[in-house]
């Protein structure tokens, strides 16, 4: 399948259902009807499928295929950290490296003032994304 989707992309326009996108486009199209809702979900389902397709309209088809049987945002959203951050440990390694960079940080002389603030903004962004701020 390729990572390309002629149509779709937002939460009120369908992707173009394909020859080759089908289990694609067959999921991001199913959602309970309202008369099949328990009180529980009625107050917490219109929340979450908005979610969900958000979520799955801010991917790529190869991502799509990680979350496509989630029915819950926050399963969608773990699977997704879990993809691209790894476990607690790989993190706390990417966050070893990303400290290591940090402190051995230095001004190049050919750089300018914006670049290297640049640099170092870059790296503190990647500190706070995995959890912990560089202070």
């Not at 990417?94 to 402190?103: D, G, P, V, Y």
Request: with cysteine; hydrophobic share 35%; net charge negative.
């Amino acid at each position: 399948m390729e990572d390309r989707i002629e149509e779709g992309g937002s939460t009120i326009r369908p992707p173009l259902l394909t020859e080759s996108n089908y289990d694609y486009w067959k999921t991001r199209r199913s959602v309970k009807s309202e008369d099949q809702w328990t009180a529980a979900e009625s107050t917490t389902s219109t929340a979450n499928i908005k979610a969900v397709s958000i979520i799955q309209c801010a991917v790529r088809p190869s991502v799509f295929k990680i979350i496509q049987n989630f029915e819950t945002a926050k399963k969608s959203w773990d699977a997704l950290q879990l993809t691209y951050e790894g476990t607690k440990s790989v993190r706390q390694s990417k966050l070893h490296l990303i400290s290591t960079r940090f402190e051995t940080l230095t001004m190049k002389d050919d750089e300018t003032i914006a670049d290297f603030e640049k640099n170092l903004r870059y790296i503190a962004n990647e500190s706070i994304a995995l959890g912990e701020e560089i202070s």
